[in-house]
């Protein structure tokens, strides 16, 4: 480690006070921030706007719920299997947050600020966004396997977006890259939520990190709910019975 001292900038605290990002938990913070502006807060150090906390508080809200969803069903065979570790069924649903569900939105963040990156060092946005489809085998933040011809979460990010004044160069690419991706594949993928909110991450001007941080803390308070349900009205073990009627051996017998 040599000589670097370990250090935060986060919080502290001692006998009667804790410190977060130089308020006062008790005295400044609790009861006067709702969750999402503690969040924006302790990521930032700084109070969001109005505006940041109006689009920060809908991102969050975006991929709480999305029904009886993978990671769903695999918290509740979890929570099944060992009811007594709620935090274990809980990971169990957050492990699969990765390219295909939920983690792709900071790969989409990724995406355009790389993007507009390159557009404001002076290259011409349609091969930039060209090289955005072209690098990827599975695009991200585009498809979605039910929602068509839209998706209606991604419509209210980019209207709420607009209503605050934050429909930047970030909002602006990811159209240019839906363009290039109905030119080289001949039909208009639609844009998907995890899409629309790595974009209004990026229009917030926070790391894609925090894409991810999003879909993990929001999907957390999904899941505990479905976690209280299972607890009253179970369907792991009709979920598991499912599995073993519908799944064929082919091996020796």
């Not at 689009?55 to 979890?78: K, M, Q, Y």
């Not at 809980?90 to 983690?103: H, I, M, R, Y």
Request: with cysteine.
């Amino acid at each position: 480690m040599g000589d670097r001292p370990l250090q935060t900038s986060i919080a502290m605290s001692d006998e009667q006070c804790i410190t977060v990002r130089g308020a006062d938990l008790t005295e400044e913070l609790m009861g006067t921030l709702d969750f999402g502006e503690f969040f924006y807060f302790h990521l930032t150090g700084e109070m969001p706007t109005d505006s940041e906390s109006r689009v920060f508080n809908t991102l969050l809200v975006t991929v709480v719920e999305h029904g009886i969803t993978p990671s769903v069903i695999a918290a509740r065979l979890t929570y099944d299997s060992a009811p007594e570790a709620v935090q274990g069924a809980v990971a169990s649903g957050l492990l699969g947050a990765g390219k295909t569900f939920l983690g792709s939105m900071q790969d989409v963040a990724e995406m355009v600020q790389n993007g507009v990156s390159r557009i404001d060092a002076g290259e011409p946005s349609d091969a930039v966004a060209h090289d955005a489809v072209a690098a990827h085998d599975r695009l991200p933040g585009f498809g979605h396997p039910e929602h068509d011809p839209t998706d209606p979460r991604t419509e209210r990010i980019f209207a709420i977006l607009e209503d605050e004044e934050m429909d930047g160069p970030y909002l602006e690419f990811i159209y240019d890259v839906q363009d290039a991706a109905e030119a080289q594949f001949g039909s208009r993928p639609l844009i998907n939520a995890t899409g629309a909110i790595g974009v209004g991450v990026s229009e917030l001007g926070l790391d894609p990190l925090v894409a991810r941080g999003i879909a993990l803390v929001s999907r957390s308070a999904g899941l505990v709910g479905h976690l209280n349900e299972e607890a009253d009205e179970p369907m792991a073990r009709d979920i598991w019975d499912i599995v073993e009627e519908n799944v064929d051996y082919r091996g020796e017998p």
